[in-house]
């Protein structure tokens, strides 16, 4: 199983970015899946949750308003749309995937999810 993200780079504040999540070896059509990140010299965070079958979404406080998580079953890809960039949404970014299948809530702690993403990093210069 491997979840393979991508689409981040360097971006002035103000800017938009869409990461990709694509999995291999595994459908992510039965778990919802999210997207975390880290900071310089900070904890990892959630961002974003979507439920498996896309009808729910959740956001940090930070990025609500500002971002978009979406999927494509079809491609076996989750989304993060990026937009009004700021200079602390500098970090690497990771997919990561709920260990539950077909899961009735979402989830925010990162034990809640099972496999990640190599990461991607998205850095906004000011």
């Known amino acids: 199983v491997q979840l393979q993200a991508s689409g981040g780079g360097l971006v002035q504040t103000g800017g938009s970015l869409k990461l990709s999540c694509e999995a291999s070896?595994?459908?992510?059509?039965?778990?919802?899946m999210a997207w975390f990140r880290q900071g310089p010299g900070k904890e990892r965070e959630f961002v974003a949750v979507?439920?498996?079958?896309?009808?729910?979404?959740r956001y940090a406080d930070s990025v609500k308003g500002r971002f978009a998580i979406s999927r494509d079953n079809a491609k076996n890809t989750v989304y993060l749309l990026m937009n009004s960039l700021k200079a602390e949404d500098t970090a690497v970014y990771y997919c990561?995937?709920?260990?539950?299948?077909?899961?009735?809530?979402?989830?925010?702690?990162?034990?809640?999810?099972?496999?990640w993403g190599q990461g991607t990093l998205v850095t906004v210069s000011s």
């Open positions: 990561a995937k709920d260990r539950r299948r077909v899961p009735a809530t979402l989830e925010y702690a990162e034990s809640s999810y099972d496999y």
């Open positions: 070896g595994l459908t992510l059509s039965m778990y919802n």
């Open positions: 979507i439920s498996w079958y896309g009808g729910q979404k």
